[in-house]
């Protein structure tokens, strides 16, 4: 599969301030190289069609899934189709998704609530940004990869189906920091070494600097998933 996906990015403030969620255009055109960066084996490229900045507290603070902010925010905002990449860029303050570094629709989604499509993540995630550990830009990477039809590599921990993929180990539970010999699933399913020690997965819960692939399964499924239900 060859296809680009046109991005649309809302970035959503407090205030003017930088700590308010004032990111920069350049953050952004870098987000979107490592994004491209990431996905480049799996042929679907990203690129940037536009870029709107709203000032909203309450939903710089606020935004959650399924939450009134966040319909509130998506409906006046969103933009496109099926095929068309919307992120917004919030503050995960307070609320139910305080703490947050993001979250995604999956594509089969789309058809039942389409305004809902697509990515929020948080702010300071982005390269350059004042998330230790996670300022590289791969929190989209990993958001975008729910939106392309992954799931975590630890989905159903060490039960059958797993994530849906052959080549990601089963795997107990998420990952942190940059884990080496981390072995959670034994007996039946035991596969050895987990996605996040093995693979460096980009669909694990690891330190940015350890997302640095995906398999050839999660690649044949993220293409799947786009046809099937997104173009």
């Not at 020690?197 to 640095?212: E, F, G, I, Q």
Request: aromatic share 10%.
């Amino acid at each position: 599969m060859n296809t680009t996906i046109q991005v649309y990015w809302h970035v959503i403030t407090a205030n003017g301030t930088v700590a308010g969620g004032n990111v920069s255009d350049s953050q952004i055109a870098s987000n979107i190289d490592v994004v491209n960066k990431d996905y480049a084996r799996s042929g679907i490229s990203w690129k940037l069609a536009g870029t709107t900045r709203t000032q909203n507290s309450a939903w710089f603070n606020n935004v959650a899934p399924d939450d009134f902010e966040q319909t509130d925010m998506k409906t006046k905002l969103r933009k496109g189709d099926a095929k068309t990449l919307n992120v917004y860029t919030v503050g995960f303050t307070t609320g139910s998704a305080k703490g947050l570094l993001g979250y995604s629709t999956f594509p089969m989604s789309y058809k039942d609530a389409p305004l809902d499509d697509g990515v929020v993540i948080l702010f300071s995630s982005l390269p350059g940004g004042s998330t230790s550990g996670f300022n590289l830009g791969k929190t989209l990477t990993h958001e975008v990869g729910h939106w392309v039809g992954l799931y975590h590599t630890f989905e159903g921990g060490c039960n059958t189906p797993g994530d849906y993929v052959d080549d990601t180990p089963y795997e107990a539970s998420p990952a942190s920091g940059c884990p080496t010999g981390r072995d959670t699933c034994t007996g039946t399913n035991g596969e050895g070494v987990d996605p996040s020690a093995l693979l460096s997965s980009s669909m694990d819960y690891s330190v940015d600097s350890c997302m640095t692939e995906f398999t050839a399964g999660q690649l044949a499924r993220m293409n799947a998933q786009v046809s099937q239900y997104r173009f």
